[in-house]
Structure formats: C-alpha cells, structure tokens
C-alpha cells in the first residue's frame, strides 16, 4: 500500500494573485494492475502511462517521459521534481502562473514534491486526472532515486567521499574530449600528502584515515562546485579543472595548499599538522589522457623534491615547455 500525502496549492485567476487556497489530503493507492485498486476505472489510461515511465530508471527521463503522458490528457507548460534530503530540484518545460503541488510520501520514505504548472488555473477535474496519475508515478520516482544513490555509492571512495578510481576513468576521458572539441582550457591537480607514511607509523593507520578525511574536506572546500574531485591513490588525490587555464588552476592550487597547511587533524588525543605538495598540467592542443597526466606528475615529483608543501605547474618546468 502506498500513502501520497497531498497538498494543493493553487492561485485562483479569478483574485489578486496572493490570494492561495489549500487543500490537504491522505490518498492510498494499491499498485497498478492490483484487483482492488481504486483507480480501476481508469485502468487503461493508467497502464499506458505506468508502461511509458517504467521504461527507465535515470530520473530526468522518467519526468520527461511523464510530463508527455500527463501533456496527452491535459494541458501543463512544466512539472517541477524537488527533493531537499537529495538536493534535487529538477524542471521539464517552463513555469507558469498557476501550479498545483503534491508532496509524495511512502509508507517508508519521502518521494519529494511534485508541482504541475501552467498559465490557467486547474479544473477540478483535471485536479482529480492528475491524483490519479500520481498513483503509477511515485514507485518509478522511488525507484529511480534508489538507482541514483546506488549509483552514487559505486562511484564514491568510501573513506573521504571522493570520486573514486571508477569515475574517475570515465570522467577524464569525457571531459578531456569535450575541451578538446571545443577548444576550452582544463588542467588536472595532482596531490599528495607529504609524508603521510611517517604519519601512519607515528599515530596509526586510524589518524591516517582522519588525515585523509581531512584533506580531502579542505580540497572539497578551496574547489569551485564545477571542479571533479577524485581519490586516486592511498593518499593521492586528483582535481579537474574545466574551463580552467595556467593562471586560475595555479591560484585554486595555492588555495588548497594554504587551507590544508593551516588545517590540524585531532585523533587519540594528538593534534596532526598536515600539508600537500600539487603538481599541475593544463591541456594542449595535441595532449591526450596520458600526455597531460605524466605532465601533472613530473610536476608534483619537483614539488616533492623541492622541498614540500608546494605547487609546481609543469609550464614552469624547463623540460615541460613546449619549443
């Protein structure tokens, strides 16, 4: 059995645009196809839409694919899907004046809400199509978030919640290729904890997981929100850079550092002190995945050797340069 609890929302084109009247409900609907299902009447419409949206599990699809089939029985201009627990606040089509607002609930969990919106109001009973639509939506919307996370979870290191080596395999190549295509500016950040061996031996292999967590929280917090953050190594870190030249991934590199070398890790009673050494290469033109990676390294083996709790951008490096 599910549970949708309902919440209508809706200004009426008849007053002052403030003026919202509310309608709360508890609906329970049984699964399609169940014998004493309560939409039977509607049987028919139901199955078309329920085979139409359990065609796929990626999220954006299956709104896209519903908000035709609800567009087949009556007129929206947009649906909008928000989840606050999983930060998702997805449109399909435009906003309009007007909306009507459910908020989907499980016997077990919250679906999210879902808004249908267009520039009339709604009849009472296209209201009534659209509870009856929500039936056969809320166990692919379940299903597809469940998809999402495992998905998620795949492409996660465990330890830091960083990208792990899975994705990041996949994301280079994309990415690499798109700049390439469109001639865009990427760097990659490789980043190494200085001497994070002596720090295992010293305090422990638990302290060593703390400083991981640590420093993979400040290169989460110096990174934009467009920059891709993987794990690659025991501690070794990589950082994409789209849209990203000399001059911005050097300064994000310089952000990072200072952030971690002022960060203390507290573990047992003992205060760690930490810093990194990053070594930079930004993309040209004839560069491939492994080209500008081994760039990166022998960038980050001089700031190593240099002395520590540096940056190094292969453009600097003699040997890199291109003639």
């Not at 839409?49 to 694919?65: A, F, G, P, R, Y």
């Not at 908000?67 to 449109?91: M, P, R």
């Not at 709604?122 to 056969?136: D, P, R």
């Not at 934009?224 to 000399?246: A, M, Q, W």
């Amino acid at each position: 059995m599910l549970h949708l609890d309902l919440f209508f929302e809706a200004t009426n084109g008849n007053c002052p645009k403030s003026t919202q009247f509310h309608r709360p409900w508890r609906f329970q609907f049984r699964c399609v196809g169940s014998s004493d299902s309560k939409i039977s009447p509607n049987a028919d419409l139901l199955l078309r839409v329920s085979t139409s949206v359990q065609t796929t599990l990626d999220l954006n699809h299956l709104l896209e694919l519903f908000y035709k089939q609800v567009n087949a029985i009556l007129s929206v201009s947009g649906i909008v899907y928000s989840n606050e627990v999983k930060n998702l606040n997805l449109t399909i089509g435009t906003l309009g004046e007007h909306s009507c607002d459910y908020n989907l609930v499980t016997h077990k969990d919250l679906v999210g809400d879902l808004q249908f919106t267009r520039d009339k109001d709604f009849t009472k009973t296209e209201l009534e199509h659209i509870e009856l639509l929500l039936s056969v939506i809320i166990c692919p919307i379940r299903n597809a978030l469940l998809y999402r996370d495992a998905i998620e979870t795949a492409l996660k290191d465990p330890l830091t919640g960083t990208g792990n080596r899975v994705a990041m395999d996949s994301t280079l190549e994309r990415e690499l290729a798109l700049a390439k295509r469109h001639e865009l500016p990427l760097s990659i950040m490789l980043i190494d904890i200085d001497k994070f061996k002596q720090i295992n031996d010293k305090y422990g292999h638990v302290s060593g997981d703390r400083v991981l967590q640590s420093v993979a929280h400040g290169i989460v917090h110096s990174a934009r929100e467009t920059d891709s953050i993987f794990r690659y190594g025991g501690e070794e870190f990589i950082v994409l850079l789209n849209k990203t030249n000399y001059l911005g991934s050097t300064t994000i590199a310089e952000r990072m550092r200072h952030y971690i070398e002022q960060t203390r890790t507290y573990c047992s009673g003992e205060t760690i002190a930490t810093s990194v050494s990053i070594g930079i290469a930004t993309l040209r033109p004839n560069d491939d995945l492994s080209s500008i990676f081994h760039r990166a390294d022998n960038a980050l083996y001089t700031a190593k050797d240099s002395g520590r709790n540096k940056v190094i951008h292969s453009d600097s490096l003699s040997e890199d340069n291109p003639a």
